[in-house]
């Protein structure tokens, strides 16, 4: 285990994101297929909770993450819900939001799984621990309960239960949390490490769109400009 003072992002939480890059792929391939009002609102509507699953991950890794057996196999079962919500993208809020439902979920039990595990090992955090796997414990319930009802009852469930995931940390524990706080070292890489795969996956698409066309002046320009966006985001970085 790395001293606090020397946190790095470990090549299983990178792998970790890459799963995850591998989402917001998926999202942005439903998007390139319904470019409208609706198919943008579909996008951030899948991509919020995906994004806040990440975010749960992240943060608990920032604060209690160890590399020992336990760990490794609850973050390996993450990945494997996280490709499983990979799958259901599409149409994941027609006949696969029953089955993106239950990944959210699963990833929002394993994550508790992981607080109640670190609560034995940190006596100081209890108090903390204990709001949080009540917390994500009740979201991850009522996303559960939302694949019984039909739609659009499932949906409105989601909103609730995506209220109460993103109120737990923000509202109920603010002052507990400050207490243990990001690191300061491992968050930052971590978001770099994640937002520059992201990059590299948005690359992966203007080659993949610039391969279905032919060499013509207006899709130089369109691929010049796809790859200046990309680089300017990662100089922005630095």
């Known amino acids: 285990m790395e001293s ?43 991509f919020i909770p995906v994004c806040w699953a990440w975010i ?20 390996l079962l993450q990945i494997g819900a996280c490709a499983f919500m990979a799958v259901n993208i599409p149409d994941g809020f027609g006949k696969n939001s ?24 940190v006596p100081s955090a209890r108090k903390l621990i204990n709001r949080y796997s009540l917390g994500f414990s009740v979201s991850a319930g009522i996303w559960f309960a939302s694949i019984f009802v039909p739609p659009p009852l499932r949906f409105i469930l989601w909103l609730v239960g995506l209220a109460v995931d993103i109120s737990t940390p923000l509202l109920l524990t603010r002052q507990i949390s400050n207490q243990f706080a990001p690191h300061e070292q491992h968050l930052p890489e971590r978001f770099g490490s994640f937002t520059i795969i992201v990059l590299g996956i948005a690359i992966l698409g203007v080659v993949n769109g610039i391969a279905t066309h032919q060499w013509t002046l207006p899709s130089m320009i369109s691929a010049a400009l796809g790859l200046a966006i990309a680089f300017s985001l990662w100089v922005d970085l630095l």
């Not at 029953?98 to 609560?119: D, G, K, N, T």
Request: charged share 15%; glycine share 4%; proline share 0%.
């Open 4 to 46: 606090y003072k020397d946190r790095h992002a470990s090549w299983l939480e990178n792998f970790y994101d890459l799963i995850v890059a591998i989402v917001v792929l998926q999202l942005s391939i439903n998007l390139n297929h319904d470019v409208s009002i609706n198919g943008f609102l579909s996008y951030v509507a899948l």
């Open 56 to 75: 749960g991950v992240t943060f608990y890794a920032t604060r209690f993450g160890t590399d020992d057996l336990i760990h490794r196999f609850l973050t």
């Open 98 to 121: 029953v089955w993106f439902a239950l990944s959210y979920a699963a990833m929002r039990i394993l994550l508790v799984v992981e607080y109640v595990h670190a609560r034995k090992h």
